[in-house]
């Protein structure tokens, strides 16, 4: 459609090393960070705002030149100041490339009466497209609405959430940040081929470059799992299998073992495009089995480790992951696994 376009690929480690770069930035203002996805945090100055930061707009400014200074001056970031996360966020969605806007009771039912849902955290499109029936398009209208009224078209969980959001009120879905979070349960990793793949020794290659991932950021959080999963997936068809087993594995060859288990019962009658690894029930891994042979895989996996830990990871690996195609981890925008990449 375009030939003269030029394709430019994504680079989520330099976005990952950008944001622990802002990360350090936001931490030096305040303890209280969250860093909510890989170009996107909440800082909270409440304790600290009377006597350090009285004006917060000022400091918007600050927060815009250290990030200059520390990624370089063509960056700019929007800072939104609200009383609660969703004031803030809001604020930040809205306001100027580049500038800061503060949302306060001066101005909260003007803005509420003109922004729209898109700019508001935690409704999504489909429950925009339900409150277009009620021709309801800015937050601030949701005023006129009981909760029974807007009940019968989305439920009560998210009536009652909508009429927070209609008066600036913190919705359930930013609360859930302050929980302080557990472990992961499950860590999974897949990748959609750019062709069919249907050559054993490719799809096995594949599926332990795969595991390799996983369990580098199960012995990262130090963690150990005892379910195995595997999903193949081709033009119309797809195959799921997995296993629960009796103890925890964390090792490399362990992994390997039960995901060629797996594979095998697979009937091999389609071409793969999308591969899909997981372990879970993770539990931390306190206990450790008395056996010679695991004290033995151990030693070896920790070796393996630091090696990989300094130089990257697949310095070293089996000889099972043909080399010449690596597949590299890769960082979600929303940083669904932020414990693991932001060393939390």
């Not at 030939?3 to 936001?26: C, G, N, V, W």
């Not at 931490?27 to 004006?55: G, M, R, T, W």
């Not at 806007?101 to 925009?128: M, R």
């Not at 601030?140 to 209609?166: M, S």
Request: aromatic fraction near 10%.
């Amino acid at each position: 459609i375009f030939p003269e376009i030029i394709l430019i690929p994504a680079s989520f480690d330099r976005y990952l090393d950008a944001t622990k770069k802002l990360k350090k930035i936001f931490e030096s203002i305040s303890p209280d960070v969250y860093i909510y996805s890989l170009d996107e945090a909440f800082i909270n100055i409440s304790h600290c705002q009377k006597f350090i930061y009285p004006q917060a707009e000022q400091l918007g400014q600050q927060i815009q030149q250290k990030i200059k200074q520390e990624l370089g001056s063509w960056v700019t970031a929007n800072v939104g100041i609200g009383n609660n996360r969703l004031l803030a966020k809001i604020a930040s969605e809205i306001a100027a490339k580049g500038s800061v806007l503060e949302i306060n009771q001066d101005n909260l039912d003007g803005i509420l009466a003109s922004i729209e849902f898109k700019d508001v955290c935690g409704v999504g499109y489909q429950l925009t497209k339900k409150l277009q029936r009620l021709n309801v398009t800015h937050p601030y209208q949701l005023r006129f609405f009981t909760a029974e009224e807007l009940g019968v078209l989305v439920g009560p969980f998210w009536a009652n959430e909508l009429l927070k959001i209609a008066y600036g009120q913190e919705p359930h879905l930013l609360t859930l940040l302050e929980k302080p979070s557990s472990h992961m349960k499950s860590i999974g990793r897949s990748i959609t081929g750019f062709r069919l793949y249907d050559r054993e020794d490719e799809i096995k290659s594949i599926l332990f470059n795969l595991c390799s991932e996983v369990i580098d950021k199960t012995r990262k959080m130090k963690l150990a799992g005892r379910q195995i999963t595997i999903n193949l997936y081709g033009q119309n068809q797809a195959f799921h299998d997995h296993i629960t087993l009796k103890y925890f594995i964390e090792h490399l060859d362990e992994m390997f073992i039960w995901v060629k288990k797996l594979y095998q019962h697979w009937n091999k009658d389609f071409k793969i495009i999308k591969f899909a690894i997981r372990l879970s029930l993770l539990e931390p891994n306190d206990q450790k089995p008395l056996l010679p042979s695991w004290h033995k895989q151990e030693k070896i996996q920790t070796a393996l480790d630091k090696i990989n830990a300094k130089y990257g990871l697949f310095t070293l690996h089996p000889a099972s992951i043909m080399k010449q195609h690596l597949i590299r981890p890769e960082v979600t925008g929303f940083l669904g696994d932020r414990d693991y990449q932001l060393g939390n």
